[in-house]
Each structure stands twice: as C-alpha cells, then as structure tokens.
C-alpha cells in the first residue's frame, strides 16, 4: 500500500508540473478590445451628432437677388459655422413693411425666420407669431444695441422680440451750397433762404410738428394704450397755425409722388426729407453739394422747438412656431450681428445699429450713417408698436391733405387740429 500511495503522488506532481509549464492563448472570457477597435470607438463618440434641418427664411428681393447676395452668402456662413447642423434653407420674398401682414396670415405656415418692420411688433405678438428672446441670445442683443433700439423690438410686457439689424427713421439731404451747417439747425432759416420740400400728406412725416410742440403718441413711452394720441389743445393748434403758415410761404413746396427728389435734381428744390433709402438717388442729384443731417427745429410762440421725426428699427423675428427653434433663433441672432451687419453694409448699403461698428472708419465717414444715428440719438421719438398704432395713419394723411387744400385754415385751426385729434382716437376707424 505505501508503494502504491507513492506512485499515485508522484504522478499528480508530474501532471502539475506539465500543467505549469504549458503555453496558452488570451483566455476566451478577456473583454480586451484591439487598438485598432479602440481608436474607431473613441472617434466615433468625439464626432458630433448632425442633425438635418430645413429653414425657411423671409427678407426683401434685393437681399437675395442670387447665391452671392447678402441674405444666402450669409445663411450659407453660419452653416458652416455650425457643424452640429446640417442646414438646408429656404428663401422666399417678404419685404420688411409686409411682415406683420403675411406672417399673421397663417403663423403656422410663415418662415422660421423673417426680417420685419418694428412697427408691427404689437401685431405679431398678439397674433403669437414671434418669439420672445432669452438666455445667451436675449444677451447678446441687449450687448450691442442702444437703449432705443432694444426699445423698438420690445413687448408691453418688457419682452424682447427681435434682433435689429438697422434703424427706420428719417432726415435731411441738402445742398450745401445754398445752406450752411448752421443754416439746417432751423426750418425757418432755411424756409428764408431756399426753396424747402417737405412730405407734410404724409402721416409718417406730419408727426414731427405735434412731436415738437409737446404731442404724444400712447404716452411719452409709445406703449401706454389708455394714454391715447395727444396732438390737440393749445399746443395742436398752435402746430397747425405753424403749417398753415408753412404751406403758404412760397419757399415752401410739397414733396409728393417724388417731386422732391425731381426738384433736387433740376435745382427747383434745395432740400428733401427722407431715408436711407434715398441716398443713392440724393447724391446723385446733388453731387459735390450734397450733405445730410438730422432735423432742424421750428419756432412757435417765439421759441425754438426741436421736430422729432418717428424711430423705430428694422429686425429679425423668429416664428415660436418653428420645428427647429434652437436653430432659427441662432440664426436670427447671427444675421443680426456686427459680422453679418458689417456685410450687410458693404453689400447694400444697410446702415448697421451695431455698437460694435461705431468706430468702423467706413461708417465714420459716411454722412447718411451719422445723419441717422443723429437723428435716432437727438431727433426722434420712438415710433409706437401697439396695434392701436393702426389708427393713426388714416387720419394724419387726411389732415394734411386738409393743409393743402385750404380745408385747414388759420381761423379755424384750433376747431379741425381738436376733431384730427378725436378722429386718431377713434379705434372704430
């Protein structure tokens, strides 16, 4: 039995030792990966998900003309700028003053994106067809905005709601030949010493008179509804004696259906109110005389009383409808920025409202920027963005059409400025 239980044990050590010095592969069970296999993993989870994405984007004709124009070169360069989204865009004609008229129509079916006149706001918001900004894109428009600016795109309820791209006011094209810098700091003087057109049948226009002698569109802020238009009382007819008596100066000529701009080509005329949009045409006519500047004042009762002309922006509005949210308030913002501003101005001439471009040496030098941001800064009142708005058009052309009929008298001035007034505060026009 003890040679047996020997032999037994000496045959485990054997086997054992065989065991021992055996050479085997990777165990089946091992969860190492190739480092090849991890490589392809680790770049897979640093690539950003893309997401395709369509936008549909409104602005005027002349900003999409084709591929190179502002609107597409724009869009196309915050694509790339933004590899987390695939975007596909799509442009289609709305200009600015259509806005509030075509996205209301059907907000469900209006584009992501789409530029509009402020003057509207009050209309797209009631009708839930613009959204309200917040969080780091609220920010970055209240950066680089000015007060007023920020103003024209915001709710009665202190929301903002748009991104502005450039002011909407207007000014004074002159020539410098007749008139000198000091000459265009009041109407009366340059009522004496050449001939003066002005738009007074237009309602955008007539305003800055009112504005002048004390008058008021829904408050001293624009968006107190129950305040009403202030243009009557003593202080409205003494504005409507200074029209009459305007009208009848023989320097003075009425600007309608763009005989202004007629008279200062042929020299008949030496002065024209209007905007941006006319400067082309205005340095053409008046070619080393030409010169800009904001609105000059009036005297009534024997003092100076500055015009104030209506101010507002031009904007980016956001449909809160959109099925891609994140990336058309991304948008809005960026063709809103200094970048796309600056672009803007160098493709169309679109005067920026950008902080950050004040000191751009291009806009420095360019006479119709300062004029406007003259008159945005010290002549101008914003111009109100409540629906309520909507009433005053009507009879503000009526009442200087009245003026120039000779319906508006001097004797009966204080009688019809007290029924304009009643009529622009009758919502049932």
Request: charge should be negative; charged fraction near 15%.
């Amino acid at each position: 039995m003890k040679k047996i239980f020997a032999l037994l044990l000496a045959l485990c050590m054997v086997l054992s030792l065989a065991a021992c010095g055996a050479k085997t592969d990777a165990p089946a069970t091992s969860t190492e990966k190739p480092a090849e296999t991890k490589a392809t993993e680790a770049a897979t989870e640093a690539a950003p998900e893309v997401k395709s994405l369509t936008l549909k984007v409104w602005g005027p004709q002349e900003d999409q003309v084709d591929a190179s124009s502002w609107l597409p070169t724009m869009c196309e360069q915050f694509n790339a700028e933004h590899p987390e989204w695939d975007i596909t865009f799509v442009y289609e004609v709305c200009p600015e003053g259509d806005a509030g008229k075509n996205v209301t129509q059907d907000p469900s079916a209006a584009a992501d994106v789409y530029m509009f006149a402020n003057d509207q706001l009050g209309t797209l918001i009631q009708a839930n067809a613009i959204a309200q900004l917040g969080g780091k894109y609220l920010d970055a428009v209240l950066a680089d905005n000015s007060d007023s600016m920020v103003a024209s795109v915001t709710g009665t309820d202190g929301g903002v709601y748009g991104v502005p791209f450039t002011g909407n006011t207007w000014f004074m094209y002159y020539d410098k030949s007749v008139f000198t810098e000091d000459d265009v700091k009041s109407l009366d003087t340059m009522l004496e010493k050449g001939k003066v057109s002005f738009p007074l049948t237009n309602s955008w226009y007539i305003a800055a008179f009112f504005f002048a002698n004390g008058g008021t569109t829904f408050g001293e802020s624009g968006l107190d509804a129950a305040a009403g238009v202030d243009f009557g009382g003593d202080k409205g007819a003494a504005v409507a004696e200074y029209l009459v008596n305007m009208y009848n100066n023989p320097n003075f000529v009425v600007d309608a259906d763009g005989s202004g701009m007629a008279g200062l080509r042929d020299g008949s005329v030496n002065v024209l109110f209007s905007g941006t949009w006319d400067a082309q045409a205005a340095k053409e006519a008046l070619g080393d005389n030409f010169a800009a500047a904001q609105l000059p004042t009036i005297t009534i009762g024997g003092e100076a009383k500055q015009l104030r002309s209506f101010a507002g922006s031009k904007a980016l509005g956001v449909n809160p409808n959109s099925q891609n949210m994140q990336a058309a308030v991304a948008l809005a913002v960026y063709l809103g920025s200094a970048e796309a501003q600056l672009a803007h101005y160098e493709m169309r001439g679109i005067i920026p409202t950008s902080l950050a471009l004040t000191s751009d040496p291009a806009i420095q030098a360019d006479a119709v920027a300062l004029a406007q941001a003259s008159v945005i800064a010290n002549t101008s009142k914003l111009q109100p963005t409540l629906p309520e708005m909507n009433n005053y058009w009507t009879p503000a052309e009526n009442f200087g059409k009245a003026i120039v009929s000779g319906e508006v008298t001097l004797d009966n001035a204080a009688e019809k400025v007290d029924a304009f007034n009643a009529a622009l505060n009758n919502s049932g026009l």
